[in-house]
């Protein structure tokens, strides 16, 4: 199977993204209707129109490539391992932040090959704010139409250590390890929603982002290829390896975002 080249990839996934951002505002601004999947987590009519959306936009930037997203993730492994590369998408990345109205939702796009996430963008609608990126390619944050700027990771000054937590799942683990930092650090704590965290250590406004609840690898692939770019890292705890993806188990184990491997970190 052919790919696209991890270069060629800026322009045209941050379009199919944008387009499914628009689609998801037009029915942020109404009345929202939700459905409850098997593992009680929340569906609206946005992620499966964003998924129509992507879904069609990257058929046409290679057709051919396979397709994994959250609303279409029950392709079985004896299918899947096969493949040398694929499209790993969610379509609505913090849905309850959608339902709440809190604004802190993306769309997250990446292309995966032989397990690695080469190149991913992260789309915030609200803010329209993109983040696009691969490992070796460098990591791009552009606001609206704006041109595209350079961003890079940010080690702290001095004993100021600014770490972030996920609004919806941010338990006894992540409190712990809070209060272990604050022995070493003055740490600032901002509680933030979807991918957008990893996204904000990746530009260098935060340094931190310890993840021990529950995720999936269409929640992190785009997301980790940015923060590589960036210069950061993502790694599982307790083993310190890059996630992988296209695993037999789509769950992903815990894991930190930081801006270095020699970040202090679970």
Not at 16 to 35: K, P
Not at 187 to 203: E, N
Not at 219 to 235: C, K, M, P, Y
Request: contains cysteine; aromatic residues 8%; negative net charge.
């Amino acid at each position: 199977m052919t790919h696209p080249r991890p270069g060629t990839l800026q322009e045209p996934l941050v379009a199919a993204a944008r387009a499914a951002g628009r689609a998801i505002l037009e029915l942020y601004a109404g009345e929202v209707d939700v459905a409850y999947k098997d593992d009680a987590t929340p569906l609206t009519e946005a992620d499966l129109t964003a998924q129509r959306i992507i879904r069609r936009g990257l058929a046409a930037i290679a057709p051919g490539v396979p397709f994994l997203a959250e609303e279409s993730s029950e392709v079985p492994y004896e299918q899947r391992r096969s493949w040398s590369a694929h499209w790993l998408v969610d379509p609505l990345d913090g849905t309850r932040e959608f339902v709440n109205h809190t604004g802190e939702f993306t769309v997250n796009i990446a292309l995966v090959v032989a397990g690695r996430s080469v190149f991913g963008v992260v789309h915030a609608p609200v803010p329209d704010i993109t983040y696009a990126g691969g490992p070796g390619l460098g990591a791009w944050r552009r606001l609206g139409d704006a041109p595209p700027e350079r961003i890079a990771v940010q080690p702290p000054r001095g004993r100021a250590l600014t770490v972030l937590t996920s609004r919806s799942h941010a338990g006894p683990r992540t409190q712990a390890f809070l209060a272990e930092l604050a022995e070493r650090y003055d740490v600032s704590v901002a509680a933030r929603g979807s991918a957008i965290k990893a996204c904000l250590v990746a530009d260098g406004q935060a340094h931190l982002y310890p993840r021990f609840g529950p995720t999936s690898e269409w929640d992190t692939a785009a997301s980790q290829a940015i923060v590589e770019a960036a210069g950061g890292v993502l790694r599982a705890i307790p083993s310190d390896e890059p996630l992988r993806y296209n695993k037999p188990d789509l769950r992903n184990p815990p894991f930190y975002v930081a801006y270095g491997p020699e970040a202090p970190h679970p």
